[in-house]
């Protein structure tokens, strides 16, 4: 059995994994941002004809995933697995849309660090040659966030300026194997360890989740012995503007220094006129921006190879009114371009 | 690339995939229960010394790993990738428990299907060559799922003679590609689909988990061209009672007559007279009940072949205000013991 792993966690895909398709859906907000011309499709508003957020962002993850299909005239019939993830308890959205799927299903769940986790594991079914064809979608909606994680969104709770906005969102991928035209290649994922550096406050996840993303980005360069300038783009998912400051600096300390081309999805997503004080977060975020400006980006030949790694926070309301501090993690995934 | 499906869904590891360790550990009320002798160890009360039922969850899911591992003789950097989930939201038990690893980190969701998810995906891992060796773990507490899922514990509401007793318990389970000893082996996977016939009753969990747990059970054996005989036994996760005596009429619709060699985890676990009504439910419950009497039974060599479909539904409290149906999913699991 041919062994696939580098180093200590990163594994290295020995047959290409294509990414054949991809969809977003985002909310107005998102819309209304900088990338805003890169999604599928704009909610008008955030319920967008349902009776609760909830099944909005149902609607929204189920609909990116037939976009995603639609745009290679495949049927569901065609995916081997489905996986999915989403911040509502019990990962509601997810289940509910495998419900109307009649696809194998995984849930998963790495609060807004799934996206690359499902990426990695689809990836990995395929290179392991348990499946053909797989796809990975997430998302995530505000509204729903809110009232579920911090406070009844009636209450109109004034948010610290160390806060990030939960983004409204989702994106759908299908990953195959061994597609005739490879644009879009997965060749190496990172999944990571939770680390706790003791940061108990929930209202600034950026800061808490730094080091997770800082440890993976340090693992992945220490296990391949590549360094930043291998990349066009190295980009965290939801730091925002104080966690990716932070991660800069936690790298930096070990020698790698990303200053010249890192960013995060959470910064780039809204226009700082937006008032969403630290930048955005949650699943969707870095799903919607995968899908909506990097990998477009990539197939103009703009961005040749990208390092996405996603951050997620896996506290919980209930663990955060127990005195708990937040672990955090953070996975990894290299996408390769046009070359 | 081989391809290591087959049919639909059924995947055939072509590495032997051992179960070299494992260790559970339940409530006082499970060792109480027929099974009680086999646990590895059993909590003098629901809190054991901690503050909260959440945190005495955590603690259980930590320590049955510790004790498969130390019964091998293995450290925690021996393993490559922890997989685990549990009920709480955000599946807090599971975070929590790899905070303090320092291992790579697969969290996954699969509600009371948690723990074959774990196994399916722990296996494709180390079949697939990305890992040697890996842990999985799985988790439920009763009160702290009781008062998160359904009423506050001290409203002492009654329930109804349909409702499923949410096992205190969990089950850790270390396993390993090409071990020489192979007493215990997985050799197939099925991931189920997601199957919603309806049923809104949340206190009657069984009846709508059944047809899951028959459609993934039908698949296999339509998949594999196998039939019940070449079982010693077929069991189910947590369907108790009355879902259990469903599924068996289900499957024998479709010809395939289970009624000699069937049985059901969340039926084994209680005794009749200790008050649980339909059964035994909860992530906690196939875990602990696989690792305290099945595997043990294995090893004595009573059991040679086992089909263990564990059994999930995909429901949340906040589904179920809003008026869902409830989706569910089964995942199998096929382990061969000594021939």
Same mark, same amino acid.
């Given at each position: 059995m041919q062994n696939k792993k580098i180093g200590k966690q990163t594994i290295n895909f020995l047959n290409p994994i294509s990414v054949v398709s991809f969809a977003s859906i985002v909310g #107005? /907000?998102? &819309?209304? &941002? #900088?990338l805003g011309? @890169?999604?599928?499709?704009? !909610?008008?508003?955030?319920?967008? @004809?349902? /009776?609760?957020?909830? /099944?909005?962002?149902? /609607?929204? !993850?189920e609909h990116s995933l037939e976009i995603a299909l639609a745009k290679?005239? !495949?049927l569901l019939q065609d995916l081997d697995y489905f996986l999915a993830g989403d911040l509502l308890n019990?990962?509601?959205?997810?289940?509910f849309t495998a419900r109307s799927l009649g696809v194998p299903y995984i849930g998963i769940y790495g609060a807004c660090s799934t996206l690359v986790e499902g990426l990695v594991l689809g990836s990995i079914l395929i290179d392991g040659g348990f499946a053909n064809r797989v796809g990975v979608a997430c998302s995530s909606h505000h509204d729903a966030a809110e009232r579920q994680l911090r406070f009844p969104t009636e209450l109109g709770v004034q948010r610290t300026m160390t806060a990030q906005w939960t983004v409204t969102g989702s994106g759908a991928y299908i990953l195959e194997a061994n597609s005739e035209k490879n644009d879009l290649i997965i060749t190496q994922g990172i999944l990571g360890k939770v680390i706790d550096m003791g940061q108990a406050n929930a209202t600034d996840? &950026?800061?808490?989740?730094? #080091?997770?993303?800082?440890?993976?980005?340090?693992?992945?360069f220490q296990d391949t012995g590549k360094n930043p300038k291998d990349f066009d783009l190295i980009i965290t998912g939801d730091l925002g503007n104080? &966690?990716?400051?932070?991660?800069?600096?936690?790298? !930096?300390q070990k020698g790698f220094d990303i200053s010249f081309?890192?960013?995060d999805c959470g910064v780039l997503i809204y226009d700082p @006129?937006?008032?969403?004080?630290a930048g955005g977060s949650g699943c969707g975020c870095s799903a919607s921006v995968l899908a909506g400006y990097l990998l477009p980006q990539m197939l103009k030949g703009n961005l040749k190879n990208i390092f996405l790694v996603a951050t997620g926070a896996l506290l919980s309301p209930t663990s955060t009114q127990q005195g708990e501090t937040i672990p955090c993690i953070a996975h990894g995934v290299v996408i390769q371009g046009k070359s």
């Open positions: #107005p /907000k998102e &819309g209304q &941002g #900088p011309t @890169g999604f599928d499709y704009i !909610l008008e508003n955030n319920l967008d @004809g349902e /009776k609760s957020w909830e /099944k909005t962002e149902q /609607k929204m !993850l290679k005239n !495949l019990q990962i509601m959205s997810s289940n996840m &950026g800061s808490a989740m730094a #080091p997770a993303a800082a440890d993976t980005i340090i693992r992945y104080i &966690g990716r400051v932070l991660c800069e600096e936690l790298v !930096l081309n890192y960013s @006129g937006q008032d969403v004080h």
